[in-house]
């Protein structure tokens, strides 16, 4: 399930630095959005979700913020650790809709030690 | 590990054969969805199903077809295989047809030579 290989953009942060992560979504009539952690060798792992009601939710050291205006996510990951190295991708959907999820492109974080 | 299994893991054929990918939903999933992975084109929905039945088409080429049984697993049949079609392919599964987080397997990667 590795993602390596993969052109993508790449995000470089200092460990215990904090990371942002940005995403553009296509469809503004998506209402759910997830961000999910692919690491090399497995397949994507879920992180966060944020539905259109809400624009800001946390997690265990991230957050998820959502600016419905300019169709736009990020994931922010506090403190951040040589675990977090990943590409991570963004999903938007529409809940009660054709219930398909689109993914973007995804970005690649390398923590550097 | 996400409770998906997809088998095989790895694959390698030549153009023009066809192959069969297997995906076991974690146990109590209603829903399938599988994906592609391509170094230029991200994660690409192709076909959801829930419980047995087709919900949601993507981006699947008429070359490839899917089907959920009724014990709940699928298969993803790819024919007349070009080197394009080499990609790693994921299935994920889900409770519900629009319910939030999507369990991934680990993948299966296709070679075609």
């Known amino acids: 399930g590795e993602s390596v290989g993969l052109h993508l953009p790449t995000l470089s942060v200092q460990e215990g630095d904090n990371s942002i992560i940005n995403c553009a979504y296509s469809?503004?009539?998506?209402?759910?959005f997830i961000w999910y952690k692919q690491e090399s060798g497995k397949g994507p792992q879920f992180i966060i979700d944020?539905?259109?009601?809400?624009d800001k939710r946390q997690g265990q050291r991230v957050t998820v913020l959502l600016n419905k205006t300019v169709k736009h996510l990020s994931l922010q990951i506090a403190a951040t650790q040589p675990g977090d190295s990943a590409v991570y991708f963004c999903?938007?959907?529409?809940?009660?809709?054709?219930?398909?999820?689109?993914f973007g492109t995804g970005t690649r974080l390398k923590v550097l030690a | 590990d996400s409770g998906v299994t997809q088998t095989p893991k790895h694959l390698i054929t030549a153009t023009g054969q066809r192959v069969t990918l297997r995906c076991s939903p974690r146990?109590?999933?209603?829903?399938v969805y599988w994906y592609q992975q391509s170094l230029d084109q991200g994660l690409q929905f192709l076909i959801q199903?829930?419980?047995?039945?087709?919900?949601a088409k993507g981006n699947i080429l008429e070359r490839f077809s899917a089907q959920q049984f009724p014990d709940l697993h699928s298969e993803l049949n790819l024919s007349s295989l070009e080197l394009g079609d080499s990609a790693l392919y994921f299935c994920?599964?889900?409770?519900?047809?629009?319910?939030?987080?999507?369990?991934f397997g680990e993948g299966s990667r296709l070679t075609v030579l």
């Open positions: 469809n503004s009539a998506s209402d759910y």
């Open positions: 146990s109590g999933d209603l829903s």
């Open positions: 199903y829930y419980n047995g039945e087709e919900r």
């Open positions: 999903a938007e959907s529409i809940l009660s809709g054709t219930y398909k999820y689109i």
């Open positions: 944020i539905r259109s009601n809400m």
């Open positions: 994920a599964s889900s409770f519900g047809q629009n319910t939030g987080e999507l369990f």
